[in-house]
């Protein structure tokens, strides 16, 4: 935006006398003699300059957004879950040695991880964890610190969540940082290379992903037959959506289609709380097994959707559908189970 500095000298005794005869400043006067002026501009002109500046606006704002570096991380201490946004971005390295600081008592704020990050809602982390999956430069790095646990996670966006235990983090800190003659690059090189070593296997641990907008329930279907997952009843979720708005990630048709599943659990009788997602890597062929968490109003909604698919497909109800699932399961568990006999008599 172009602005030009006006500058106005003015006695201080008019500008004593102006102020408590309105009750306002002299600058509040001003503004709103320019403001009253403006008006007197035809309206065409106004409307056309109004919309520059908005659009100018619109564009800075813009810049400034894809111009942000930032990491996130969800702390986890006393069973209490806490996301936090650090604006400067942390890699690995990083985190790792703040983590180690905190554990050593060396914080000058203990009782925060994170004393200089902005708290976030469990929301804006999924939003920035499908931006990560995407290529987005803007996230460094998304982290999960259980400390209740004694585990670190990191995400990587071919290989998922990557998990370590936190005593292994610390001890790789100490070993990259014992020589104080190492330059940074060094340090990190030998603390990932120390780390790599020590990765544990984390295949059930999916990755929650989110978009700017809810789920359409009301325009969602389902497609192709209802499995059945062990005690799960698995629906397939067609791509009648925008992806982008709602999972957070562009569908890329060179890519192939990521998988949206719906299930329902027989035993306990409910929708599950998430959706499963499926996004297939391009580079490295596997998919990345994600899940969209649902609301308490979109798990309703969608049992009323599965219950007429239900009928559509098997010519019964849900609930039918589940009691005999459950008639069947127990008759299973009795066939299964040894038989009683009577007690034997001792000679």
Known sequence: MNCRDITVYLDERWCAALETQSG??????????????????????????????RQEDQKQAQEAEANRHFSITRITENGEPRYCLLERGEIMFQTALRLRRYLRGELNDPSQFYGDAAPIPQEEMER??????????????IYD???????VYTLDPDKGWRGYQIKDVSTAVYFATKRESDDWIAKRSRFNQRLAEKEMPSPDRRISIRGHESLPVD??????????LDHMQNFCIPLSFDTDKVLGFHVDLNDG???????????????????????????????????YRLSPEEQDA???????YCMEQMG?????????????????AAQESPQQTGPTLQM
């Open 24 to 53: 306002k400043t002299v600058e509040t006067l001003l503004t709103e003699q320019m403001d009253a002026l403006i008006q007197q501009l035809p309206k065409e002109q106004r409307e056309r300059i109004t919309q520059e500046l």
């Open 128 to 141: 920035y964890a499908a931006e990560l999956l995407r290529g987005s430069p803007r996230v460094v790095g």
């Open 145 to 151: 610190i259980d400390l209740d646990a004694g585990e």
């Open 219 to 228: 325009v969602l279907c389902f497609a192709d037959d209802i499995q059945q």
């Open 257 to 291: 289609f990521p998988n949206v599943y719906a299930n329902y659990d027989m035993r306990k009788g409910c929708v599950c709380e998430t959706l499963r997602v499926y996004l297939w890597n391009k580079s490295s062929g596997m998919p990345l097994e994600c899940e």
């Open 302 to 308: 969608l049992r009323v959707k599965m219950d007429g």
């Open 316 to 332: 019964i109800s849900l609930e039918t559908a589940r009691e005999q699932y459950l008639a069947e399961e127990q008759s299973q």
